[in-house]
C-alpha cells in the first residue's frame, strides 16, 4: 500500500508570502497525483491534477510538480481565501486504490 | 454546472445498515468519462476512499478492501443517480460521507457533494 506523507503538518505564512507544501510517496507512482484545498465545514475542492495541471477556475497562482516521489504544491504569492487544509490523492490500479495525504494545514501569521 | 446532492440519514444504528444518495445535475451517472465515487472522512481516518461505479458499456463496481465485504454502491438511471449502503456498520464507521465525481483517467475527483455527517450510535 503506498503511503502519501504530507510535510510540513502546519505552515505559518503572511498574505502575500510563497507557500511551499510537499507530498512524498513511499514508493514510485504514476503522475497521477491530485491536489485539494478544503476549508472548515466544506468539501474539499480539486487544485491540480496529474501532479501539475489546475483544474477549472484554479487561480494561476496555483502549481504543481514533481520530481521523483516527491510532488510539490506551490502557492506563488498568499492570499487570505488560501489559507485552508491541502490534501495530496494518488491512485494506484493493482488494486484500485485512491489514498489521500494526512493534510498540511496553512494558517496565517 | 456539474452538481453533486446528497440525502440521507444522519444517524445508524450500531449493526444496521447506513444508506446514502447522490442524485447527479449536469451531467449522467451513465456517462463513458467519468465514475461515481463514495469517499468518507473521520478525525482518525482522514480521508478514505470507499468505492466507485461507472458505465462503460456496462455497469462496474470497485471498492476499497478495507469495507468490500459490508459496501454495495448502484446507479439508478432513471433517477439519475448513485447509492451507498454500508452494512453491519460499528462507531468505526461515524465519518462525514462524501460522494465525488471521478475524472477518467487521471482519478482526481473534481465534483464533490456537500457531505452527509453520519453518526453510528444507538
Known amino acids: 500500500e503506498i503511503v502519501l506523507t504530507q510535510s510540513p503538518a502546519t505552515l505559518s505564512l503572511s498574505p502575500g508570502e510563497r507557500a511551499t507544501l510537499s507530498c512524498r510517496a513511499s514508493?514510485?507512482?504514476?503522475?497521477?497525483l491530485a491536489w485539494y484545498q478544503q476549508k472548515p465545514g466544506q468539501a474539499p475542492r480539486l487544485l491540480i491534477y496529474?501532479?501539475?495541471n489546475r483544474a477549472t477556475g484554479i487561480p494561476a497562482r496555483f502549481s504543481g510538480s514533481v520530481s521523483g516521489t516527491d510532488f510539490t504544491l506551490t502557492i506563488s504569492s498568499l492570499e487570505p481565501e488560501d489559507f485552508a487544509v491541502y490534501y495530496c490523492?494518488?491512485?494506484?490500479?493493482?488494486?484500485?486504490?485512491?489514498?489521500f495525504g494526512q493534510g498540511t494545514k496553512l494558517e496565517i501569521k | 454546472q456539474v452538481q453533486l446532492q446528497q440525502s440521507g440519514p444522519g444517524l445508524v444504528k450500531p449493526s444496521q445498515t447506513l444508506s446514502l444518495t447522490c442524485a447527479i445535475s449536469?451531467?449522467?451517472?451513465?456517462?463513458?468519462?467519468?465514475?461515481w465515487n463514495w469517499i468518507r472522512q473521520s478525525p482518525s481516518r482522514g480521508l478514505e476512499w470507499l468505492g466507485r461505479?461507472?458505465?462503460?458499456?456496462?455497469?462496474?463496481?470497485e471498492f476499497s478492501v478495507s469495507v468490500e465485504s459490508r459496501i454495495i454502491i448502484s446507479p439508478d438511471t432513471s433517477k439519475n443517480q448513485f447509492s451507498l449502503q454500508l452494512t453491519s456498520v460499528t462507531p468505526e464507521d461515524t465519518a462525514v460521507y462524501y460522494c465525488?465525481?471521478?475524472?477518467?483517467?487521471?482519478?482526481?475527483?473534481?465534483?464533490w457533494g456537500q457531505g452527509t455527517m453520519v453518526t453510528v450510535s444507538s
Open positions: 496529474d501532479a501539475s
Open positions: 490523492q494518488q491512485r494506484t490500479n493493482w488494486p484500485l486504490m485512491y489514498t
Open positions: 514508493q514510485s507512482v504514476s503522475s497521477y
Open positions: 465525488a465525481r471521478g475524472v477518467v483517467p487521471s482519478g482526481a475527483f473534481d465534483i
Open positions: 449536469g451531467d449522467s451517472v451513465s456517462s463513458n468519462s467519468a465514475a
Open positions: 461505479t461507472y458505465y462503460r458499456s456496462k455497469w462496474y463496481n
